[in-house]
């Protein structure tokens, strides 16, 4: 598209958009519309739920049902949204270190709770807006504002981190594979349960600049180098993976979705047993 | 019969970020002195999609052309 249909999900009153030129934010922007106009979604009837950063400026441009929240404490607020209507599609939309920094006490426990939220992580391995400190996924030896000798500590594996806290669904794309972050973001909000999509992106401006990526198009193609996809990496050695990044559905299980099982709590409370 | 394709650019909404020009498989699209993504070679494309769903900025749409 973007077609009339994928316009009119987005406030076209504010575009262009605020992110730099070739900012991978909104390419998920636009799987992200892409896959709710497939679902076939009603804006009335979708929330979209943002912390700080530059991933959370999404919320402002997707014309449905939008809350621009606190750092880190967007899925806190999606929870609220979700079990006062759980009739509603939630999406949360979150950057790397909005969600595992800030905001990982919510996000490991929104996972076990296994509520029924859409969880679109974008992973820039930096805090871009803020001046490109060392987020906790920056790669160990990578050049970040705070680390100018190179990243000492290991980073942060989003996927595992979920997949270990119990989400229901996870899965990892990149920006330079646009279709299989649609299809993804489709089968996320599809999913009944936490599910975790977790797109890497780059930020050329403050990460890139100073990792041999300074073009948008150099980490385009670094992301389509380095993606592996889950069914050959599970076949390869763990010393070859170093340094790939491995792409596809990792979790896709069914569990008791928490909103159903606190309406039961209720209508227990209100029999009275 | 090969299909013909019409590809729309919002030069309001580009940025010039070259995106397109790098994943275009026929080098249809190029950059304007203006900075701005323009296709020069029209005739070449084959509707893969790929500009318009890497295109941050949305600007780009590419048509059928019946």
């Not at chain 1, 949360?92 to 296994?114: L, P, Q």
């Amino acid at each position: 598209m973007p077609g009339t249909e994928v316009l009119s999900w987005l406030r076209t009153r504010f575009m262009p958009h605020i992110w730099c030129p070739g900012c991978g934010h909104g390419v998920i922007m636009h799987a992200l519309v892409r896959a709710l106009v497939n679902l076939g979604k009603d804006r009335a009837q979708t929330v979209v739920a943002s912390g700080i950063g530059c991933s959370s400026r999404m919320a402002g441009y997707i014309n449905a049902c939008t809350v621009h929240s606190t750092h880190g404490r967007s899925l806190a607020f999606a929870t609220g949204i979700k079990l006062h209507k759980p009739e509603l599609t939630v999406v949360d939309v979150m950057g790397d270190g909005d969600c595992s920094a800030i905001g990982g006490n919510h996000f490991i426990h929104a996972c076990r709770r296994n509520i029924d939220i859409t969880a679109i992580i974008m992973n820039n391995n930096i805090y871009g807006m803020t001046g490109g400190q060392a987020s906790p996924t920056t790669p160990v030896g990578a050049w970040a504002s705070t680390t100018p000798y190179g990243a000492v500590d290991p980073s942060f594996d989003l996927c595992k981190l979920a997949e270990g806290a119990g989400a229901s669904y996870v899965a990892r794309t990149t920006i330079a594979n646009p279709k299989q972050a649609e299809n993804c973001i489709m089968n996320a909000i599809r999913k009944k349960g936490f599910s975790v999509v977790e797109v890497v992106t780059h930020c050329h401006t403050q990460f890139g600049r100073k990792n041999n990526r300074r073009q948008p198009i150099d980490n385009y193609n670094f992301f389509k180098e380095a993606t592996v996809p889950l069914a050959k990496a599970n076949e390869m050695k763990p010393e070859e993976l170093v340094g790939k990044l491995v792409c596809g559905e990792f979790v896709n299980k069914d569990v008791p979705e928490y909103t159903e099982q606190y309406g039961k709590v209720i209508e227990a409370a209100r029999r009275g047993c | 019969m090969t299909k013909k394709y019409e590809v729309g650019i919002n030069s309001a909404w580009c940025k010039g970020c070259s995106l397109c020009i790098g994943v275009c498989p026929k080098n249809v699209l190029e950059l304007s002195e203006r900075v701005k993504a323009v296709p020069a070679r029209v005739s070449d494309c084959v509707g893969c999609r790929q500009c318009e769903n890497i295109c941050p900025d949305l600007a780009i749409t590419i048509k059928e052309v019946e």
